[in-house]
């Protein structure tokens, strides 16, 4: 059996690799905010600064982060594979962006809104570092993604 690894380094393009490391980093914060909630649920002296909802509402917005990188690796690799058999394969990247773009937006909300001063994760944490990364990786693959599709300055003229 193949691995992430493997699937990634065999793809034609780099945004599968980095889409491989936005769903660790996703996977990560999911998992820690998870955890955040059931202690909160299990012990009702434990309070977080955020509230229920708004703890409820963050898990779920990292959920759809862990969802929509897996989504991505995994068509970045079956386009890398089968975009000669199906034509419409070939216009993934403009969801591709669309998926970037919102992380990229949620991301820089969540790193600002959580890991600040008087947020939620305020020091080294498996959250703070798994926002971070998310960030971090949510804008490279979207600089990997540009030098890829870029307009060239020929088409321009």
Known sequence: MRSFRDLSWEAYRKTAFDWCWALFF????????LDIYLLEESDKEVRTPLGQNQLALMLLSSSVSVICCLLAFVMNVV??????????LLHWFKLESILLIGLIVFWSWAVFKFTGINGLVN???????????????SISIFGSWWAEYKPSRDMQD
């Open 26 to 33: 996703s996977v990560v914060t999911f998992f820690s905010l």
């Open 79 to 88: 386009v890398s594979h089968y975009s000669s058999r199906c034509p419409l």
């Open 123 to 137: 020091g080294p944490s498996n959250m703070y570092f798994g926002a971070w990364g998310c960030f971090f990786w």
